[in-house]
């Protein structure tokens, strides 16, 4: 046998002994896997992986909302505590702290009557011509409603809800008129008054009486009367229709 012969030969035999190796590992693998606890085994760490990761992202997507819900919690208790700094008057406290509804501003609705409505845009055309105020050469939509007597008598002026009394004034159109702030950025404001009770700064309950029903250069054909509006965040609003029934 010569030397190529030979090269052959142990090249030959390499090869069978590699190929023998390589398929005595899928055998291996085979005998591994026909064994009863190798899937049950694999399963359950499959499972064990994806109930720790669900945990994680659970856990990791809670505690942002925890942290966001504490610092709101932090602001609404600054603000509370910034309100009770500004008002230090325990009388102011609790009227700026309870909760109210609009009522008429006098002491017996049943005894007054809406002698000019509020000019409603949206209104009947019987509500335009009703709601109009004339005043000498000019005509004027009416932004509060008009109270009065039967028999014109004079009457208490309420205050129709908690507050401030902001103004206190005496106009030549307008007669004496009174303005009271409260909570909820409302406004409201009482015009053609008599004799004035409360002066700015004091601090009324609803209820209190204000001042008494009189006259105005504006409504003069109206005689003893109380003009009265209602102002919310700044705008004009329809007191009829927060008023209770009478």
């Known amino acids: 046998m010569n030397e190529q012969d030979k090269n052959k030969t142990n090249h030959d035999e390499s090869l069978k002994k590699s190929q023998g190796d390589l398929g005595a590992k899928p055998s291996s693998w085979s005998k591994m896997l026909s064994k009863r606890w190798v899937f049950p085994a694999v399963y359950t760490a499959a499972a064990a992986i994806i109930l720790t990761l669900v945990w994680v992202y659970q856990d990791a997507g809670q505690k942002p909302l925890g942290q966001d819900t504490a610092a709101t919690s932090q602001q ?3 603000s509370t505590n910034e309100a009770g700094t500004a008002n230090s008057n325990p009388d102011a406290l609790e009227v700026l702290a309870s909760a109210e509804s609009l009522v008429w501003p006098v002491a017996n609705p049943g005894e007054v009557e809406v002698v000019k409505p509020y000019y409603d845009e949206n209104g009947t055309e ?3 011509v009703a709601a109009m105020v004339q005043y000498n050469d000019k005509f004027i ?5 008009d109270l009065a007597r039967e028999d014109n008598n004079t009457f208490d002026v309420k205050a129709a809800l908690s507050g401030e009394v902001t103004r206190v004034d ?3 159109v307008l007669g004496k008129v009174i303005e009271i702030t409260h909570q909820g950025n409302m406004k409201t404001v009482y015009q053609s ?3 004035t009770k409360v002066k700015q700064g004091d601090v009324v309950k609803q209820g209190d009486t204000l001042a008494t029903a009189g006259r105005s250069e504006i409504e003069k054909d109206l005689g003893n009367h109380v003009h009265f509006e209602v102002y919310k965040d700044g705008k004009v609003v329809n007191p009829s229709e927060l008023l209770p029934g009478r």
Request: hydrophobic content about 40%; cysteine-free.
């Open 76 to 78: 609404v208790g600054a």
């Open 126 to 128: 019987d509500n335009h």
């Open 141 to 145: 939509p009416n932004v509060g409603i």
């Open 170 to 172: 005496d106009v030549a």
């Open 193 to 195: 008054l008599g004799e």
